[in-house]
């Protein structure tokens, strides 16, 4: 199953994956999560990208089609994989879908989750995230033991794009150069819009039930 998670930022996006890892056994390839470890590592691809994720902006298009081509012809992603965060822009998009020909696996199903701005905004501001990738809600989702990790242990910590002025970019940044991937991907017959300001475990029922059609 080959799927895109599509959102803008605090959707639900990285919390869904995480659980579709776990039920349909196909990895998550989330852009953003492997631009902060390429941070944490310290490569020179990694502190390219930090001025442009601290500010809330995309970083360059060249940058992110390297990246996925490479990732999505690792071995795992053989049976499938779950896209978190790419494409975000027409020419991802149109660079996706030649390298999806080249290796013959076309996208089942994009997941659109639809949230408004103020939901949005209270999520990001109270999230805490983990390096391995695990994301929790200092209210709404918090992990089992304060400030520790349910999945791996480690601890928790809030990221350094989730400042009130960065959200506010992000969220136009995803207004005008990301949106505009909805109607792409509709015009082609893939899209299916979720409502993403429900209860996690019903978000993932409704994903589960869209997602049987194509096993
Ligand atoms: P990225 O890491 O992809 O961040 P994002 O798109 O801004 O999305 P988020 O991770 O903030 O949101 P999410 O939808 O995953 O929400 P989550 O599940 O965590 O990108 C970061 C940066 O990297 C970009 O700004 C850019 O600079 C760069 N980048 C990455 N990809 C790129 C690309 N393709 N091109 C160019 N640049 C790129 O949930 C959010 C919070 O809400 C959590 O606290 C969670 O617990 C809570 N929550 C989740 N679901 C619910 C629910 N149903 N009810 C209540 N709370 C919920
Ligand atoms: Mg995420």
Redesign the pocket.
């Known amino acids: 199953m080959n799927i895109i ?1 599509f ?11 995480k659980k579709l890892v776990e039920y349909y056994k196909i990895p998550q390839v ?4 492997i ?2 470890a390429n941070l944490r590592e310290g490569t020179e691809l990694g502190l390219a ?1 930090k001025e ?2 601290d500010k ?6 060249e940058v ?1 089609i390297g990246i996925i081509k490479n990732r999505l012809t690792e071995a795992d992603c053989e049976k499938g994989f779950i896209l ?6 027409i020419p ?1 998009a149109d660079a996706l879908g030649e390298i999806l020909v080249e290796i013959e696996k076309p996208i089942d199903v994009v997941l659109n ?1 639809e949230v408004p701005d103020e939901d949005l905004v209270e ?2 501001s ?4 983990c390096k391995c990738g695990a ?3 200092k209210t ?2 918090p992990p089992e033991n304060e400030g520790i990790c349910d999945a791996c242990g480690a601890e928790v910590y809030q ?1 350094a ?2 400042t009130a002025d960065a959200v506010q970019n ?1 969220l136009d ?2 207004k005008k150069q990301t949106q505009p991937l909805i109607e792409y991907y509709d015009e082609t017959g893939v899209l299916r819009t979720i409502d ?5 475990n019903v ?1 993932f029922e409704e994903i589960k039930a869209i997602l049987s059609e194509f096993a």
Do not use: C
């Open positions: 998670l959102g803008p930022p605090g959707a639900g996006k990285g919390t869904q994956a989330a852009t953003g999560d631009l902060r990208a442009y994720m809330g902006e995309l970083v360059p298009d992110l978190d965060g790419y494409p975000r822009t991802q989750f999520r990001i109270g999230r805490l995230m994301s929790y809600h709404f989702n990221r794009d989730d992000r940044v995803y993403g300001t429900r209860d996690i978000v």
